[in-house]
């Protein structure tokens, strides 16, 4: 079993739809979470950036971790096709040892 | 955030031959550098992490010898791919952490390097 896992997609979206992205995970030490978008041929960018459980809003994205599920997800409302881009989630421990990716969800916006 | 640049972004090489690829941080100070292998429609691979002046610590199954790590300051890594080979065409991207306020695992990263060996 991964320790992050991440459903891949596609998923396709109208333009204005409320879009959730959403990890499970497996180790209960993961203490920060993190999206990070990455468009075609460049490098990741980060998002959002949340520690432990409870919700984090910014700008028309919105981030919330359910640790008691381990359960993450990542919202964006009004999406535009501006954010079809590959999103990528992450965590890591306390310890901030290593990063652990998902392996991304490709999600593209109609106009 | 921070900004994390890579060079060169593009590079074709004949099989046989070494290729370097830069990491820089350009407003703070990268205390450890990660370096990530990308196939296309696949997440990253982590391959080694780098502390600076220290040797690189290399992810199970990636040759060492092949690829060469350094990160002697604390602006700078660099990978060689040594005697590259078609299958190490890929999309390469570093990442770095370090001081100046960063929080566990907030990871900036350069623009990726794509490889293809001839």
């Known amino acids: 079993q991964k320790e992050v896992e991440q459903d891949p997609g596609p998923l396709s979206v109208p333009e204005g739809a409320i879009v959730s992205l959403n990890c499970t995970y497996s180790?209960?030490?993961?203490?920060?979470f993190m999206w990070y978008r990455q468009y075609s041929r460049k490098g990741p960018e980060l998002l959002m950036y949340?520690?432990?459980?409870g919700n984090k809003e910014d700008g028309r994205f919105t981030a919330q971790v359910d640790k008691s599920s381990k359960y993450i997800s990542l919202f964006i409302r009004d999406s535009q096709p501006s954010d079809s881009a590959t999103y990528l989630c992450?965590?890591?421990?306390?310890?901030?040892?290593?990063?652990?990716f998902g392996s991304g969800t490709r999600l593209s916006i109609r106009p | 955030g921070a900004v994390v640049s890579q060079h060169p972004s593009r590079v074709i090489c004949k099989s046989g031959t070494s290729v370097k690829i830069e990491c820089r941080s350009l407003?703070?100070?990268?205390?450890?550098m990660f370096w990530y292998r990308q196939f296309p429609k696949q997440s990253l691979m982590l391959m080694a992490t780098?502390?600076?002046?220290?040797?690189?610590?290399?992810e199970q199954g990636v040759e060492k010898d092949k690829f060469l790590i350094n990160h002697a300051s604390l602006t700078l890594s660099t990978l060689t791919v040594t005697s590259a080979h078609p299958e190490d065409s890929s999309f390469y991207i570093c990442?770095?952490?370090?001081?100046?306020?960063?929080?566990?695992?907030?990871?900036?990263f350069g623009e990726g390097s794509r490889l293809t060996v001839l």
């Open positions: 780098s502390n600076e002046g220290s040797k690189a610590t290399y």
């Open positions: 992450a965590m890591i421990g306390s310890s901030a040892s290593k990063i652990i």
């Open positions: 180790n209960s030490a993961f203490q920060y």
């Open positions: 407003d703070f100070q990268a205390t450890t």
């Open positions: 990442s770095a952490s370090g001081t100046g306020g960063l929080q566990p695992g907030e990871l900036f």
């Open positions: 949340t520690y432990s459980s």
